[in-house]
């Protein structure tokens, strides 16, 4: 069985704050990938980043840095000077060879006040 | 250039009718995707295509069809709407190599509301 958990159902942040985003997985597979996806107010699901489960190297994008560590399983995303375009649902997902299909989090709701 | 397309976008109708969304992608990819994402914005599977063969059908009432006349479409027919079909859909498409996912790029969603 996989399962995703984002523990935060919603985070509130004044412009410039730094964020985190948890998220903790669970999966029998050996090779798993995890990714995040971001969902603005306009409803798309915006692809952010994919992770394998043999590559425990933190990765930053800009103002994006995600911290994956499989000892704790889990996959947090931090963004750091928030922006008021950041304000979304932020999903994480976790896709098994066995199962071969995404299996998200709840989300978190990311509010970023000016 | 769009890569993922649904239509339509927007989908009202009653209890009881037939509807059909369309999903197109041009990304040349071999897998494609249906996701229901419910009113608590839970995002779920529904059904997955390669290469047009059904590889995933999950607990889904057989009131929803997918058909997939080739690797570029993906058409999720419901039979029979119920209040509880009320959701936005979203259609998803990936290569697949192997057992190894490549990263599912999703349309823009079709919002169903039933009445």
């Known amino acids: 069985a996989q399962k995703v958990t984002q523990a935060q159902t919603e985070i509130s942040v004044v412009e410039k704050e730094d964020v985190t985003l948890d998220c903790v997985y669970e999966?029998?597979?050996?090779?798993?990938?995890l990714f995040w996806y971001k969902q603005p107010p306009s409803g798309e699901l915006v692809f952010l980043i994919r992770?394998?489960?043999?590559?425990?190297q933190n990765e930053i994008s800009g103002r994006y840095s995600w911290n994956f560590q499989k000892s704790t399983s889990s996959f947090n995303f931090t963004i750091t000077a928030s922006q008021v375009v950041d304000s979304a649902v932020y999903f994480c997902?976790?896709?098994?060879?066995?199962?071969?299909?995404?299996?998200f989090g709840s989300g978190t709701r990311l509010q970023v006040q000016p | 250039d769009t890569a993922v397309s649904q239509t339509p976008k927007y989908l009202v109708t009653q209890m009881g009718n037939d509807k059909s969304i369309k999903c197109e992608q041009n990304?040349?990819?071999?897998?494609m995707y249906w996701y229901k994402q419910d009113s608590k914005k839970f995002l779920k599977i529904m059904f997955s295509?390669?290469?047009?063969?059904?590889?995933i059908n999950e607990t889904v009432p057989n009131r929803f069809s997918p058909k997939s006349p080739d690797k570029a479409h993906l058409n999720l027919h419901i039979n029979s709407l119920e209040l509880g079909d009320s959701a936005v859909y979203f259609c998803?498409?990936?290569?697949?190599?192997?057992?190894?996912?490549?990263?599912?790029?999703f349309g823009p969603g079709t919002r169903l509301t039933v009445l």
């Open positions: 990304l040349g990819h071999d897998t």
């Open positions: 999966t029998r597979d050996t090779t798993y990938y």
């Open positions: 295509y390669n290469n047009k063969e059904l590889i």
């Open positions: 998803a498409s990936s290569y697949t190599r192997g057992a190894f996912p490549d990263t599912q790029y």
């Open positions: 992770r394998n489960s043999f590559d425990e």
């Open positions: 997902a976790l896709f098994g060879t066995g199962r071969r299909a995404l299996t």
